[in-house]
């Protein structure tokens, strides 16, 4: 693999003290010159966070996703690095000439670089340059690393580290490092970006993350454990047993596939799974949206390829439907080299940066990995007990999901019946679908029906509901239907069955329900007006 090549006794006689200075007058912003949209974005983040102006470097650079090893030297790498030596945000003295590559030779003895934050309109990605790929005595037969394509971020990490090879990849010092020391921290620039697939959902991005971050990160957790090899559901299932330590109660999926569209999704903070080539399932539904400040994350070898869709791969469509954060690769990266989740959630849990936590979880630069998301984020500044005390002032949309947490809390240290008290409180005080379905969930198996029909019951004045609670409302139903309602199971089944954005399939298989359902009510003129629908789609899916 690279080896370093940095001369520790110059370093040494370099490092600086720690600055005083706050992160965010540390930060560096850059943006590209010939795309307005980039410009604007850096603004505004900048504004936003109160990060200097000044601390904006735009440089002008294609504007396309990817770029060549040649244009990425010229155009970002070299101009960059010079411009942060100039403002003395990076240290080093001159050498002489360049390297094979074109870049200038120099030894480095830190920077002060909090994070670089890397602008919509930036390229993403590097192309393989075959005249620059050299063999490498330690590479061996492992044909994998026999490249020198890379994600730009992922090279912009290495501007304070000294000499290195392009080809294959770079260990990263920091990975898995609770204590680094101030040398070893000197060497890297934490990179994280402001990405997606329209300038529009990047402001939003900044926005839903400054939003989360002054309530605390609040709502559900979702993690797909199942996948092509053995390590990857291992981090799952520690992400899971993460997210129950931290009061989430997650829903897990377990089976082969990913999450099904009809899956239950509501208030989605907490994303993470594994392993399509493009999102489905309930990310495709018509009006899907993540929750504020939601950290989303789907393993794939190129689910970052390009983050200018909201159709192909993960990353831009996670971002679209109002992500804050997400990792991905622009090019095959191989398990074993991309972000640890659990490493990142395990970091943003004790109240790490984003881009800490996530620099914390990177096994190596100079290879596919990207960071999307404000690099400042801190999800978890807020503690649940805060989030829980100050519930009466969040938007009636996020209050019952605070409460949800704090029943989790309760079950934890064995306080179910105060769970369970806490919950009717919450109801009468606010109704939320999300919190009858618990309700009366807990009293149906307690063999309480009548009390779960009246803890659920309000749902047959419901009119309409947010695509996130599709999957809530058919619950409802079905709690129903056990609890010997089946009429008003059979009301809210209905008010599903005239949501127009619908899409066929899960029409299709909410119908079929519905047959059943108006049969056993004795509702037959109902019962075949549903079958013969759902006989039309069958029939329209195979055409």
Known sequence: MKRFLVLACLILAGVRPASAESLAARVVILANESDADSVRIAKYYAEQRGVPAANIVALPMPTGETITWRDFVLSIWQPLQDELIRREWIDALQAQGFDDVGR??????????????????????????????????????????????????????????????????????????????????????????????????????????????????????????????????????????????????????????????????????????????????????????????????????????????????????????????????????????????????AALAEGQTLCDAATLALPCFSWMNVLIGDPLYRPFARSETEQWLGREQLPAALRPYVALREMQRLDRVGEPEAALALARRELNAQPSLALGVELATRLEAQGDLAGAATAIGFVTFLRSAPTNDWALLKAAAEILRACGRGGDAQTVLQQLLQLRDLPDGLRQDWLRDGVRLASGNGDLKQAMAWEAEANQLAAKAKN
């Open 104 to 345: 200038r030779k120099l030894v480095f003895s830190g920077h002060r670089v909090s994070y670089l934050v890397v602008c919509r309109g930036v390229p993403l990605r590097i192309n393989h340059s075959p005249e620059l790929f050299h063999e490498q005595p330690d590479l061996g037969e492992r044909s994998e690393f026999r490249t020198n394509r890379s994600a730009v971020d992922s090279e912009l990490a290495l501007l304070a580290f000294g000499h290195y090879d392009i080809n294959a990849l770079v260990p990263n010092p920091l990975f898995r490092s609770q204590d680094p020391s101030v040398l070893v921290e000197k060497m890297i620039v934490k990179v994280g970006r402001l990405d997606g697939p329209q300038c529009r959902d990047v402001i939003a991005m900044i926005d839903g993350t400054l939003e989360a971050e002054r309530r605390g990160l609040i709502g559900r957790a979702y993690v797909d454990v199942r996948g092509p090899h053995r390590q990857g559901e291992q981090w799952m299932r520690l992400i899971a047993d993460q997210a129950t330590a931290m009061d989430f109660r997650p829903e897990v999926h377990d089976e082969s596939g990913t999450f099904p569209e009809s899956a239950r999704f509501d208030a989605p903070a907490l994303y993470f799974g594994w392993y399509a080539s493009n999102a489905n399932g309930p990310f495709r539904l018509p009006g899907f949206r993540f929750a504020p400040g939601a950290i989303a994350v789907h393993i794939h070898s190129f689910s970052a390829a390009t983050l200018r869709s909201d159709t192909s791969g993960w990353c831009g469509l996670l971002v679209a439907r109002g992500a804050a954060a997400t990792t991905g690769a622009v090019f095959e990266p191989y398990l074993q080299f991309m972000h640890f989740p659990h490493v990142m959630l």
